[in-house]
C-alpha cells in the first residue's frame, strides 16, 4: 500500500490485500461524481460485536494514509453503522469532518483532490517486487463466508433503525430467496424471527448502558413504533423495564 503512487492506487492495493491480514474484513471502493467512497464489511461476523474495533480500525485506515502522504488529509464524510451519542466532537476532531453513526453502512468519502494525492513513500519498483506474493496470499486467504446468521444480524443492523428489517429486505441483499435463507438458518438452529429477537435485545442491552440515549431513540434504532412498543418488547424479553435494566447497568458500573 505505501509503495503505490496516490492514494487512490494505495487504497484499491489495501481493498485487494488487506485479507491478509484480516480474514473477517472487506473493502469496496466506488467511484462518485464527487470523489470516492471507501466501504468497509464485515465476513463471518456479527457486526453488532465489534464496534469498537470498527472505530479504532477506521481511524487506524486514516492515520495510515496521512503518513503515507506526509499530510493531514480528512475525508469528506465519516460513516458508522453503530450507533453512539458521547464523544461525538472528539470523532469529528480527529477526522476533520462530520461523522454519522447509525448509518447504513461503515464508510470513509474522499474528494477527488483528495484521492489523487501523490505518496511520500512510493516505490514502483518494491510495488511490483510485491504484488505476485501478495497476489497469492489473497488467494489462500479467500475464506468462505462464514454463518448466515451474521450475515443476517449486521443486514439487520443496517435495517433496523430505517424499519426495513424484514426477511424479504434481508434475503434480497444477501442475493437469496426467502425459502433459502429460512432453510439456512435452520440448520444453523435458528428462525429470521429469533435472530430478530435476540439482535435487538442484545443491541437494546448495550444502548441502554450510555445514558445519553433516550428511550425513544433506542426504539427508532431497534425499529419499533415508538417507546411504548419498545418497552413492552423488552419486557417481555427480559421480564424486567428499560428502566430498571439502565438503573441496573449504571450500578454495575459503580461497582
Known sequence: MSAAKNLGEALALFARYCRIVNEAVRLKLARQPEGVVVEFNFVGISRHRVRQ???????????????????????????????????????????????????????????????ALPLITGDPILLETLRPFCDEAATARNTAIGSVRASVENELQRLLPRGRAHVETVAKALGVSVRTLSRRLSAEGTTFAEVVDQLRRSLALEYLKDSNFTTAQIAWLLGYEGSTSFNHAFKRSTGRSPSAARADAGDSRLR
Open 53 to 115: 474495533n470498527t472505530e479504532f480500525g477506521i481511524a487506524v485506515v486514516l492515520k495510515a494514509l496521512r503518513d503515507i502522504t506526509g499530510r493531514d488529509i480528512r475525508p469528506t464524510r465519516v460513516a458508522c453503522a453503530h450507533a453512539r451519542s458521547a464523544d461525538l466532537l472528539e470523532f469529528e476532531r480527529f477526522y476533520g469532518c462530520p461523522v454519522e453513526f447509525a448509518a447504513p453502512s461503515d464508510q470513509l468519502e474522499f474528494s477527488n483532490e483528495t484521492f
